[in-house]
């Protein structure tokens, strides 16, 4: 390690009857990379806005190259070389790749020499493993495309002090390597790496000292050499985690869900789903591996009634459910939890009685001639909250108050109280820390052993081989054969990941995307 470059002393960080941040050391040095840990309402977001200037510390201070230093805003942030990808993506929907990214570059000219920026941006992207296409509106993207485009930005703008919340959430393991060695480099180079992540093993392969943080409080640091994945565990949550028993293997008898040769239209009028076909099980999960944006969220929502089939049949319970609404389809037994919680599975200014009855305001139990039971609707809810340990500051508060993790076992609990019988899971894990993870996958195996068939989407390996009884891959809307999770490998996934197999478009195939999206094109302009 080099010099010490930052250092944040005894920093408090309090609102309205919550102490977010107690008295935090963190020391950061050039040519390291720091890992940041602790479960969801730790105060490591609370602790990185202090640092990036979108908050003002109560107490303490916060040193620069040994000089004391305020921090007044994102920007001054910036100018000191401080960057970060937060967790809630900070971009402009309407606006295209490359605009977002100028936005904060420092390098915006007078005149824009659009050619010129889309070419640098592409070479940057490409040069860090991100493909990313410039002239794409952010609002057309996934939420992984979207957390690329934050990691671009960062990267773009040459950071010095380089703050990264799960960089690897949306590459292939043979990315994620690449970009553990371009991180290396960086700090190698003199940058310091802070790196947050709720993937135990990445942290421990890939970090020089990690800062524990838990309750608001920083626990300790602990040196390379002193890494121990159970003694991190517990300063993570505060005690043992009981491991979960070996899954059994579902027995595959009954078909629920057959989906045949199914193509979709993706919200740039091409066809991003292509052809896909498999059938689901009572009893069973899917885990369906890929990197974001090859056609993931596509299927969820072709499967779900939200995004209608270009082509192809949804047969489900051995009926003909392609042109279905989604009010028919929940009815009939399926569930949504959609990738991005905050936006399209809950609504934050919403309390947590009224998020949970979303779906069901209309049922008798909870209305009737449209007065709705709030005693009913309270007793309902305050259940949940007990059957599934929700944290919450009470059920009349709006859910924005409330963690990641806590939202996520919210919005996973309100999809599976009615008892489905297909249930679609977007990322059901993505940026919680390991203990809501544990509480999202023990939700997930009761109903898999209650009958109910999963579909899960997942970019984590270790996810998809701890849940999955069949594992599929989506590559450039292709979908490869469902194979029993033991008999396939990482590696053999993560090529499959990389498209070795898959996507092979003809050309009467791209041919026909043209065509798809200048009739479309013409539509919008009549």
């Known amino acids: ?184 480099m960086m700090a190698d180079s003199g940058k ?3 790196f947050i992540s709720h993937k135990m093993n990445e942290v421990m392969d890939n970090s020089d000292r990690i800062t524990v943080l838990r309750g608001g409080k920083s626990i300790a640091t602990v040196t390379r050499d002193k890494f121990d994945k159970d003694e991190l565990t517990i300063m993570m949550v505060g005690h043992n985690l009981e491991r979960k028993a070996d899954r059994a293997k579902a027995a595959l008898n009954e078909v629920l869900l057959e989906v045949d040769n199914l193509s979709a239209i993706n919200d740039r009028g091409f066809r991003g789903l292509k052809h896909v076909s498999f059938k689901l099980h009572k009893g069973e999960i899917l ?57 399209m599975g809950l609504v934050p200014s919403l309390n947590l009685m009224d998020n949970l009855i979303l779906k069901e305001y ?60 297909l249930l679609v899971v977007a990322y059901p894990v993505r940026g919680l820390d390991i203990g809501a993870i544990n509480a999202i996958h023990e939700i997930m195996d009761e109903e898999r052993k209650r009958g109910a068939a999963i579909i899960m989407i997942s970019e984590d390996l270790d996810e998809v081989f701890e849940m999955s009884d069949n594992v599929s891959v989506l590559f450039d809307g292709y979908m490869s054969e469902p194979v029993p999770v033991d008999q396939i490998t990482r590696k053999e996934i993560g090529a499959l990941m990389a498209g070795e197999g898959l996507g092979e478009t003809s050309i009467a195939e791209l041919k026909e995307d043209l065509e798809i999206r200048e009739a479309n094109k013409k539509k919008e302009e009549d």
């Open 1 to 184: 390690m080099g010099e010490l470059v930052l250092e944040m002393r005894g920093v408090t960080k309090t609102f309205p009857g919550v102490i977010a941040n107690d008295n935090v050391n963190l020391e950061l040095y050039a040519g390291e990379i720091h890992a940041l840990l602790g479960e969801n309402g730790a105060g490591k977001s609370t602790l990185m806005n202090c640092l990036t200037g979108i908050y003002k510390p109560d107490a303490g201070e916060i040193y620069h190259k040994g000089k004391p230093i305020v921090i007044n805003s994102p920007k001054h942030a910036v100018d000191i070389g401080v960057g970060m990808v937060h967790q809630h993506f900070r971009l402009i929907p309407p606006l295209s790749v490359a605009e977002n990214i100028m936005l904060t570059s420092g390098k915006c000219p007078l005149v824009l020499k659009t050619d010129e920026i889309n070419d640098a941006i592409r070479a940057c992207s490409k040069e860090f493993n991100l493909e990313l296409s410039p002239e794409a509106k952010v609002w057309q993207l996934s939420v992984g495309e979207q957390q690329r485009v934050e990691i671009v930005k960062l990267l773009y703008r040459g950071a010095e002090i380089l703050i990264l919340d799960e960089p690897s959430a949306v590459l292939t393991p043979q990315e994620s390597v690449e970009m553990f060695k371009t991180l290396r």
């Open 362 to 421: 209309y049922y008798d139990k909870y209305s009737k001639k449209g007065i709705l039971n709030k005693a009913a609707i309270r007793k309902d809810a305050e259940e949940c909250v007990e059957r599934y340990n929700i944290k919450n500051a009470g059920v009349e508060y709006p859910v924005r108050l409330m963690s990641g993790g806590n939202q996520q076992k919210l919005l996973v609990a309100r999809e599976v109280k009615s008892g489905p019988d």
């Open 287 to 343: 885990g369906i591996a890929g990197v974001a944006g090859n056609g993931q969220r596509l299927l969820a929502e072709a499967v779900t009634g939200l995004r209608p089939a270009e082509e192809g049949k949804i047969l489900y319970k051995k009926k003909d459910v392609t042109k279905w609404s989604i009010k028919q389809r929940k009815e009939a037994g399926m569930s949504f939890v959609p990738e991005d919680r905050l936006h």
């Open 192 to 194: 310091a790496v802070v």
